[in-house]
């Protein structure tokens, strides 16, 4: 065979085998990739909406959706607002929980963060930052006390605590609470939150 | 074709021609995901199958492969494995496979790999490639759980999760952010070479 052809010959046959191989990989692993990704949402609603037995996607845009938590009979008992934002060093992706008058926060998980080990990276610790977001007043923007205060009995109901020496990463992740508690309200005043109109799905 | 005793083949991977202490290749992965013992052993194997399938395929198929194309040919292969590994991560254990991010599908590029294929798999026979793929993926995964394992114990005070230091310690946050990475690996090729020269002045 000519040198030309044979190269051509070899490298479709291996660009073929590899692909019709990976389709099938692909293929296999595919549904339990999605719903890897679904449980780990559902967790994290169930963790922030205490008491949910149940979740419904109730509206999705990019950076924003906002689930809804709902008891054994099926009525919806808080939302739980699914963002994301610029960090100090790459996206934080949040999850937070709130009564059904977005008046109240229940709960904070962070999802995804890749802020600096050790400093940044705090504000997935209990103790040093997701405590001061239990039952917050979020009726109005929420704001952070600087410097941190001693305990969490110092603090105004709509104030959380600051990270000492992370400072940006706190602030992050209150930019996006704020953000994403604003737009919601918004959704919820236009009526989009509403669980019947998504029924659909 | 090498004239090593099959012994003397595997061994060379773990000492002699270490990957990582004595070749310095795959350097990026070593930095990048030892922060944590558990992920430089995910890397470590993750690399481990990469690398042992890759040599398979390659020597089998050697002498179908003209020399002109024979780098495009072990990179669509070892690529081929590199997303099986990623996509069989992501299946079954999410999260180590958020930790390591984009470092699983940069195995493609790991020159340990395109390493063994040019210089070994492609003059070898199957059997003699499958043991140096094993003693090289045995050296890399020793290189990554030593780093691995200074960094967290020092930077977290827990080896694969459990606290191991007392509470006493206060963690050097240092050895988990990337310059802790360089300083350990510094520390350690300079142990490699002393001892090295120490072996070799005694002979």
């Given at each position: 065979m000519k040198l030309s052809v044979r190269m051509v010959v070899v490298l479709t046959s291996i660009g073929l085998l590899s692909g019709s191989f990976l389709a099938t990989v692909g293929h296999l692993t595919k549904e339990r990739i999605a719903l890897n990704k679904q449980r780990e949402i559902e967790e994290a609603i169930i963790q922030v909406i205490p008491g949910t037995v149940s979740t419904q996607k109730l509206y999705e845009e990019r950076d924003l959706s906002v689930y809804g938590g709902k008891d054994e009979q099926g009525t919806v008992i808080g939302f739980a607002i699914h963002a994301s934002g610029i960090g100090f060093q790459d996206r934080i992706t949040l999850m937070l929980g709130t009564n059904t008058s977005l008046e109240r926060t229940n709960r904070l998980a962070i999802l995804d963060q890749k802020e600096t080990p050790g400093l940044g990276a705090k504000i997935t610790d209990a103790e040093s930052f997701?405590?001061?977001?239990?039952?917050?007043?979020?009726s109005g923007a929420i704001s952070l006390r600087k410097p941190a205060a001693?305990?969490?009995?110092?603090?105004?109901?709509s104030e959380i605590n600051t990270i000492t020496g992370a400072t940006i990463s706190s602030e992050a992740v209150l930019g996006i609470v704020n953000s994403s508690l604003e737009h919601t309200r918004r959704l919820l005043k236009e009526g989009k939150l509403s669980s019947e109109a998504q029924d659909v799905n | 074709m090498s004239t090593k005793t099959i012994g003397q083949e595997f061994i060379k991977g773990l000492w002699?021609?270490?990957?990582?202490?004595?070749?310095?290749?795959?350097?990026c992965p070593t930095l990048a995901v030892t922060g944590a013992v558990i992920n430089g052993l995910a890397m470590g194997l993750a690399t481990t199958f990469v690398l042992i399938f890759s040599s398979l395929v390659v020597s089998s198929i050697k002498k179908l492969i003209p020399s002109q194309v024979r780098i495009a040919s072990y990179i669509i292969i070892i690529a081929t494995f590199v997303t099986v590994a990623d996509r069989f991560l992501a299946a079954f254990f999410p999260p180590i496979s958020k930790n390591l991010g984009p470092y699983v599908p940069l195995i493609v590029v790991n020159c340990i790999i395109l390493g063994r294929q040019e210089a070994f798999s492609s003059k070898n026979t199957v059997w003699r490639s499958l043991i140096d793929a094993l003693g090289m993926s045995a050296g890399f995964v020793l290189a990554m759980l030593v780093l691995s394992a200074i960094r967290e114990i020092l930077?977290?005070?827990?080896?694969l999760g459990y606290q191991?230091?007392?509470?006493?310690f206060e963690p050097w946050i240092i050895m988990i952010l990337p310059p802790g990475a360089f300083i350990t690996l510094g520390i350690l090729l300079a142990l490699a070479l002393h001892i090295e020269h120490r072996t070799k002045s005694r002979k």
């Open positions: 997701l405590q001061y977001w239990e039952n917050r007043d979020c001693r305990s969490a009995e110092e603090l105004l109901p | 002699d021609e270490n990957p990582v202490f004595r070749q310095l290749l795959g350097l930077g977290a005070g827990t080896f191991v230091m007392g509470a006493w």
